[in-house]
């Protein structure tokens, strides 16, 4: 398995840049193809509804969201034409952010998006845009931190692991990473003996990865009142991790997104690209 359709989220602000970057090496990685994708919502009319039917007629995006979409087309144009990237494709889609991004992600093997900043909204987007699209999107989602410079993602990789089923789909999904990585770390925390870590919690893991031809150093964290995010935060700095793996825990209500406790912190603090499934 590796990776052969990445999609990025290319926004307005200067951060895509960062982001674009991340993407086009792993495009180059896994000789995949890139699409751009520029979203933002429509103004509202004085009714509280958009201001024109979606999809959009020509001339009834208003200027200023037309400028936003011309800037992240020049950025990623410009981006990939530098890199030499040969499969590319450009899309944009104004009207319905959330469910355009839904839709472009299920046709792609990876999503990348950036971290959201709670200083600022972008292209008019909600500031937990990324933790919807991480909900809802039903594919890996790779986040890249809002500050920050990355010149490795997954060569030195932190898997989270819990053996539930969301760090189940982010270990798979993360498998390309992983075969390639120089040094990968497992870190299971107040993991239960006999439950679903077995009977020597980090064993079976470490085994299925080695059959996938990953070599893993596994660690185990015990205490009675952890703070799982931080935990895994601080032990992706020890080791000097370039990539965090971790399942995303939470679900929708009444609109909203209610993330697990660990999930929420390393969206809010993280210092390095992390990739999630839910």
């Given at each position: 398995?590796?990776?052969?359709?990445l999609?990025?989220?290319?926004?307005?602000?200067?951060?895509?840049?960062?982001?674009?970057?991340?993407?086009?090496?792993?495009?180059?990685?896994?000789?995949?193809?890139?699409?751009?994708?520029?979203?933002?919502?429509?103004?509202?009319?004085?009714?509280?509804?958009?201001?024109?039917?979606?999809?959009?007629?020509?001339?009834?995006?208003?200027?200023?969201?037309?400028?936003?979409?011309?800037?992240?087309?020049?950025?990623?144009?410009?981006?990939?034409?530098?890199?030499?990237?040969?499969s590319?494709?450009?899309?944009?889609?104004?009207?319905?952010?959330?469910?355009?991004?839904?839709?472009?992600?299920?046709?792609?093997?990876?999503?990348?998006?950036?971290?959201?900043?709670?200083?600022?909204?972008?292209?008019?987007?909600?500031?937990?845009?990324?933790?919807?699209?991480?909900?809802?999107?039903?594919?890996?989602?790779?986040?890249?931190?809002?500050?920050?410079?990355?010149?490795?993602?997954?060569?030195?990789?932190?898997?989270?692991?819990?053996?539930?089923?969301?760090?189940?789909?982010?270990?798979?999904n993360?498998?390309?990473?992983?075969?390639?990585?120089?040094?990968?770390?497992?870190?299971?925390?107040?993991?239960?003996?006999?439950?679903?870590?077995?009977?020597?919690?980090g064993?079976?893991?470490?085994?299925?990865?080695?059959?996938?031809?990953?070599?893993?150093?596994v660690?185990?964290?015990?205490?009675?009142?952890?703070?799982?995010?931080?935990?895994?935060?601080?032990?992706?700095?020890?080791?000097?991790?370039?990539?965090?793996?971790?399942?995303?825990?939470?679900?929708?209500?009444?609109?909203?997104?209610?993330?697990?406790?660990?999930?929420?912190?390393?969206?809010e603090?993280?210092?390095?690209?992390?990739?999630?499934?839910?």
């Amino acid at each position: 398995m590796a990776y052969k359709s990445l999609l990025v989220h290319v926004d307005s602000s200067p951060r895509a840049a960062a982001r674009l970057d991340t993407a086009i090496t792993l495009a180059q990685t896994f000789d995949a193809h890139l699409t751009g994708l520029f979203v933002a919502p429509l103004p509202l009319s004085d009714g509280g509804f958009a201001a024109a039917p979606y999809p959009y007629a020509s001339g009834t995006v208003p200027d200023y969201v037309e400028a936003s979409a011309r800037r992240a087309q020049d950025t990623f144009e410009n981006a990939v034409r530098l890199a030499g990237l040969a499969s590319v494709e450009w899309r944009q889609l104004i009207g319905a952010p959330i469910e355009d991004m839904y839709l472009n992600a299920r046709y792609h093997d990876l999503v990348i998006i950036g971290q959201g900043d709670p200083t600022q909204s972008v292209d008019k987007l909600p500031t937990d845009y990324p933790q919807t699209v991480l909900m809802g999107a039903g594919r890996p989602v790779l986040i890249v931190p809002y500050s920050g410079g990355f010149d490795t993602v997954g060569q030195q990789i932190l898997v989270g692991w819990d053996a539930r089923q969301e760090a189940t789909r982010a270990l798979t999904n993360a498998l390309p990473l992983l075969k390639r990585a120089k040094r990968t770390h497992v870190l299971t925390i107040n993991p239960v003996h006999g439950g679903d870590h077995g009977e020597a919690p980090g064993t079976d893991i470490a085994v299925y990865l080695a059959r996938h031809g990953v070599e893993v150093e596994v660690t185990s964290e015990h205490g009675a009142s952890v703070d799982v995010g931080n935990l895994l935060l601080s032990n992706a700095a020890d080791v000097g991790a370039d990539l965090i793996v971790m399942g995303a825990y939470g679900h929708s209500r009444l609109r909203e997104i209610v993330l697990g406790g660990a999930t929420q912190t390393v969206l809010e603090s993280m210092t390095v690209p992390v990739l999630m499934s839910h």
